[in-house]
């Protein structure tokens, strides 16, 4: 563990626009406090934005889990289902996902976070007929979603190399 002196150090070099290293970022993460943390950041942003009226900004985004299904079993996630696990896994229909669109942008949303497991069956195809039905009946949403992991996932699922 660092000694509180060591991350106060580490924390006002950051606020002052100084450099940390990723062993600094660990200890900071491991062991400073939050409200520290927060002021470090806030004191960035304050210099980083100055004489914009300290603006602060922010979107409207929905997080739409479309399955829990998943055959990556990842360590830190608690929210999988084994695919043979039929008592736990499950997934939205394309219509549930664009109902919860529709709520989305009656609430003022401009985003959603498209996020599931790597699920065995869903290739890109999946993803191409849910992202096209939605961007043609919410060509407002911003789709974000996919990551390298679940490109990967879906490339090999539609067997593309």
């Known amino acids: 563990m660092t ?3 060591d991350l106060q150090s580490v924390l006002d070099r950051a606020a002052e626009g100084g450099r940390i ?3 600094e970022a660990l200890d900071l993460y491991r062991d400073a406090p939050l409200h520290a943390l927060g002021a470090a950041a806030d004191a960035v942003r304050r210099r980083r ?3 914009t009226g300290h603006i602060a ?3 409207i985004e929905r997080n739409i889990n479309y399955t829990n299904v ?3 079993a990842c360590k830190f996630c608690a929210f999988y289902a084994a695919p043979k696990d039929t008592a736990k896994g499950w997934s939205r229909d394309l219509d549930d996902i664009l109902r919860r669109c529709a709520e989305t942008v ?3 949303g401009t985003q959603i976070m ?3 497991g790597h699920h065995p069956d869903y290739g890109v195809e999946y993803y191409e007929k849910h992202f096209s039905a939605i961007k043609e009946n919410f060509p407002q949403l911003v789709i974000h979603s996919l990551g ?3 490109v990967e996932h879906s490339l090999g699922a539609s067997e593309v190399e």
């Open 70 to 72: 998943c055959v990556t």
């Open 106 to 108: 009656e609430l003022g």
């Open 57 to 59: 900004t922010y979107i």
């Open 3 to 5: 000694e509180k002196a």
């Open 49 to 51: 934005y100055a004489g």
């Open 21 to 23: 290293t990723p062993e």
């Open 148 to 150: 390298a992991s679940e």
């Open 114 to 116: 498209f996020q599931g």
